[in-house]
């Protein structure tokens, strides 16, 4: 829409600025709200997907509740007839219904004009005296190419987002009932456009492509031809979307040429009557055979199935379970539970198949006369396995890290917090109800909460936790007050042999008003955890039972070469009831001995989660050195952490924790820096 406003002229009288990806998805609630309103935009446009409308409308309210004047404009595959939450939202001025470059232009040339009422541009939705006005539609664009590249024109630079995402075809040829793509008739970028992008892109130096849309294009040969010219060393890893069916010897071969290394492949179902409801219709046999093309070239893929079909069962999705199982592909399963979306046929036809779903997004099934609400649950735990929460990067303490240039100690010794202005995703908080006051972490938990960022991990450290409750919900609430899209992650580290109950008052102090989906396991936005030492509680298994049924929990271990802890961590790899173990090595241990207990661990207990609280990298960068590690992977961030530290006297220690390739980084300049330093003469 950006380029379509350059292509008209229209950047040298309006700023159109994108915000970016860390900005719009990293940030908290009120973070984004205030960043949106300190630029102070004439107007402001939200993409509604079923996954960020309820979240970005809540935002939309927030920003015109303090800039009354703005104009809000919505558009993307969530702006339709059939969604009301969005035709009724109060705070939007204008949406979009359908494609969007044109329309978009017109708004912008409107609102120039002074105009307030748009009867004249097409597809739109607007307010007027309170009631909304539905203008005729537009024709969607055939000849694509006439829209201009961001990614040719610098709008876009795919190394901020880590990847690339083309689409080079517009509509899909299949009529799923499910989907909304085949309501758009085919249009196509040409391959000369796919190939330029292709080219600028290939200088950004990223290294995946993702197309996106729902089937390769026409041109699907000539595009590979083209992939295959800029791509000769494969350096570039490309993913897409294709039909198992459809592959043959040549289509496989020119995947792997172009360094195709996975695709997504729907399945959906073997049962034929659910198969008939969504105008789908499946060869196994050609089925079987695409995935085996697949797997003599090392390809990977993912194969996609649904969970709620009309006219499917338990039964029958047991059967597809067992068709992937039987053909090696259980493993490799993308499970879905249906959702009926806006402009979908299938929505259309809901009360016909007598299905019962949300009428907000995601648009969840809730249940059908062949799928109960049971069933429904039994098949996502046999499809997914039983929910169990695990967030291994919330799980690392960095405190004891060292890197160069940061400092280890920085506390303040006085309690103060207007110096904090950084985002933090982080907090370890010392909680000691004889020293700590609730009003001071409220006062800091107010503070917080216009900086914290997604997803947030609070890690509360307490000798008694029953009467620190007080304390963590006066640092809790008013975080959550501001923040209700919020994604948590809530750690209680004790010895305290506490009741586990204690774990769901902690949850009633965060009021989520919604629910992720991530890959057919529906959680709620807050994940909880207890870590417990495994030496002092060990004998305690009526707890951990007890425990088990609510939170999962970590028992953590302390291991040095002082200690026989070989028996120690054998007996604990054999407890049913935890999620798994959290070490810590002495900083006094050798690097040989940490590498001994590194392959132990792993050798031992492979089923199990290990995680290693305070690795030293400073150590382990020589034996990096010296080829040790191979084996041994860190497990890291995505995105650099920003950790505040808080003890029990309320001194501040703001932490950085890099990303993974930063953290590598750093130890390259560890090893360069030593190697100088050895060659260094003294002075004197």
């Known amino acids: 829409m950006k380029s379509m406003a350059y292509k008209e002229g229209l950047l040298k009288k309006v700023d159109i600025e994108i915000l970016s990806e860390q900005e719009t998805n990293l940030s908290s609630d009120s973070a984004l709200i205030n960043l949106i309103i300190s630029k102070s935009p004439d107007m402001l446009g939200f993409s509604l997907y079923m996954w960020n409308s309820i979240r970005s409308l809540f935002i939309a309210g927030k920003v015109k509740k303090n800039l009354p004047n703005i104009k809000i404009v919505m558009g993307g595959p969530e702006v339709t007839l059939e969604t009301r939450h969005v035709l009724d939202d109060p705070a939007i001025d204008i949406g979009c219904l359908g494609e969007g470059e044109f329309t978009f232009i017109e708004i912008i040339k409107s609102v120039l004009n002074g105009q307030s009422d748009y009867a004249n541009i097409k597809s739109v939705f607007y307010k007027k005296q309170g009631k909304n006005i539905v203008t005729p539609p537009r024709e969607p664009t055939k000849d694509l190419d006439v829209i201009p590249s961001p990614y040719l024109l610098g709008f876009i630079n795919p190394k901020d987002y880590g990847g690339a995402w083309l689409e080079n075809v517009r509509g899909c040829p299949f009529k799923c009932a499910y989907c909304t793509f085949p309501k758009r008739p085919l249009g196509f970028f040409s391959t000369k456009r796919i190939y330029e992008e292709l080219k600028v892109i290939r200088k950004s130096k990223v290294k995946h492509v993702h197309f996106v849309n729902g089937a390769f294009a026409p041109n699907f040969y000539e595009i590979c031809e083209k992939i295959k010219k800029i791509n000769k060393d494969k350096k570039i890893c490309f993913y897409g979307f294709s039909y198992a069916e459809h592959l043959n010897e040549r289509t496989a071969d020119l995947l792997k040429e172009c360094n195709f290394t996975g695709l997504d492949m729907g399945l959906q179902s073997v049962n034929v009557t659910a198969l008939e409801a969504i105008n789908r219709k499946n060869n196994l046999e050609k089925f079987v055979t695409g995935i085996n093309l697949l797997r003599e070239r090392n390809i990977e893929f993912v ?234 509680n060990k004998k305690n298994k009526l707890w951990s039972e007890n425990t088990n049924k609510i939170s999962p929990f970590f028992w953590s271990l302390n291991i040095s070469e002082e200690f026989n802890w070989q028996k120690e961590a054998a007996d604990l790899l054999r407890e049913k009831n935890s999620a798994g173990i959290l070490v810590d090595f002495n900083p006094k241990s050798g690097l040989d001995f940490i590498i001994n207990a590194i392959s132990f661990l792993r050798e ?53 924790t890099p990303d993974s390739e930063t953290t590598m980084d750093l130890i390259e300049f560890q090893i360069k820096l030593r190697k100088a330093l050895k060659r260094r003469k003294p002075k004197l």
């Open 303 to 536: 194969i996609d199935i649904i969970i709620g079909l009309p006219g499917d069962t338990l039964r029958g999705f047991k059967r597809t379970l067992k068709f992937l199982k039987d053909n090696k592909c259980n493993d490799i399963q993308q499970t879905f539970l249906l959702s009926l979306l806006p402009g979908a046929k299938l929505r259309g036809e809901a009360e016909k198949y007598g299905i019962k779903y949300q009428d907000t997004p995601p648009f969840f099934t809730i249940e059908t006369p062949c799928f109960s609400k049971n069933d429904i649950k039994k098949a996502i735990i046999l499809a997914a396995g039983k929910p169990r929460l695990s967030f291994p990067e919330s799980l690392i303490s960095h405190c004891n890290i060292q890197y160069p240039w940061l400092p280890q100690k920085a506390a303040n010794n006085s309690f103060k917090i207007k110096y904090l202005n950084n985002p933090v995703n982080k907090v370890i908080l010392e909680l000691d109800s004889s020293r700590q006051k609730a009003d001071q972490l409220k006062l800091i938990g107010k503070r917080l909460s216009r900086i914290v960022s997604q997803p947030f991990t609070v890690w509360f450290k307490t000798r008694n936790v029953e009467k620190d409750l007080v304390l963590m919900e006066s640092f809790l609430s008013p975080i959550a007050a501001s923040n209700p899209f919020l994604l948590w992650s809530i750690i209680v580290e004790t010895d305290d042999d506490f009741s586990a109950s204690i774990i769901k008052q902690i949850k009633k102090n965060i009021p989520t008003k919604e629910k992720i989906n991530d890959n057919c396991r529906t959680y709620a936005g807050i994940q909880t955890c207890i870590i417990r030492s495994w030496r002092n």
């Open 604 to 656: 031992k207990g492979a089923a199990k989660k290990t995680l290693f609280r305070n690795l030293a990298f400073d150590r382990l960068s020589s034996a990096l050195r010296r080829g040790k590690l191979k084996d041994i992977s860190i497990i890291g961030t995505n995105q650099p952490e920003s950790v505040l530290s808080i003890d029990r006297d309320m001194n501040m220690l703001p932490i950085l």
